[in-house]
């Protein structure tokens, strides 16, 4: 397995092979690709690509997938739908676990989401993950946007933090990110894991449903309905999708944990091979 100290653009590009072939295998999942099959798709060869993914993933191919099917995915929603509804009932947050964050989230006030936070200072960097690249960025209240960018994406990372917060100050500082960064990817080589300070803007039911999608496990999976039912508006799902999708602080808010009812991944801002990489990759760890 990676060491997660070592995460690099190497490793980026080895995401960007998976994910390739994760995609694949979702379009052809029907015929059923065999791995020699899968591994000419990314111009490896069988060995390499096994050992690749097996590097990247601490598991084999074959293995892996089943974390996919719709049949885990249907038992893993019946299974964080029993834990949700157990936190409920005793007034608890889900429990902690390894990889899980302690997370707190904090809302701009009304006043300051009509003003986008003039004179906010926002400190960003991209780092290298095992999902790809992303931006982090925080401010002095705390982290305010994690995205997973790529690189044919078309919008410079500063210009994306500004459509956000119209009147911060945009600065890029690596330094400063970088060990929230190995904090939220890496939690299990930080010595002292602080609980890590979210602050957004939304309206009152989005910030609802983020504060909802905290409460998924490592691991789990949910759905838009539970989500809704979490939240006491049952009949609200399509909003709750909505909310989900808008979703500013991708990963610990842990939107790719969200499913569909019938075992599909839905939908997913980031490309849903890389919710496929990362719910995957996540069951892999539970192990």
């Not at 509804?85 to 947050?93: A, E």
């Not at 969200?258 to 075992?263: A, F, K, L, W």
Request: charged residues 20%.
């Amino acid at each position: 397995m990676i060491h997660p100290n070592i995460v690099n653009a190497e490793d980026s590009k080895d995401y960007s092979r998976i994910a390739k072939a994760i995609a694949f295998i979702q379009k052809n999942h029907l015929k059923q690709p065999d791995l020699a099959t899968v591994a000419q798709q990314i111009g490896l060869s069988e060995s390499h690509f096994q050992r690749l993914f097996s590097q990247w993933a601490g598991i084999s191919p074959k293995r892996f997938l089943q974390y996919l099917t719709v049949e885990y995915a249907k038992a893993k929603i019946s299974e964080t739908k029993s834990l949700l509804d157990l936190t409920l009932d005793v007034g608890l947050s889900s429990p902690g676990r390894l990889h899980d964050l302690f997370v707190k989230l904090e809302a701009v006030s009304p006043g300051e989401f009509k003003t986008g936070r003039a004179g906010l200072q926002i400190r960003y960097g991209i780092h290298e993950t095992l999902f790809g690249k992303s931006l982090l960025a925080t401010t002095p209240r705390g982290i305010c946007n994690l995205f997973f960018c790529d690189d044919t994406d078309e919008q410079n990372p500063a210009e994306i933090l500004r459509t956000s917060w119209k009147n911060a100050e945009i600065i890029p500082d690596s330094q400063t990110t970088q060990p929230l960064h190995a904090q939220i990817f890496h939690p299990s080589t930080v010595n002292l894991r602080q609980p890590l300070t979210l602050l957004v803007k939304g309206t009152n039911f989005q910030i609802q449903v983020w504060r909802a999608l905290l409460q998924v496990p490592f691991g789990g999976m949910t759905t838009y309905q539970n989500i809704a039912q979490l939240i006491q508006h049952p009949t609200a799902v399509r909003a709750v999708g909505n909310a989900v999708g808008k979703n500013p602080i991708s990963y610990i808010i842990p939107c790719h944990r969200v499913i569909r009812e019938s075992g599909e991944l839905g939908g997913y801002h980031w490309g849903l091979a890389r919710k496929a990489a990362i719910l995957g990759w996540e069951a892999s760890q539970r192990i």
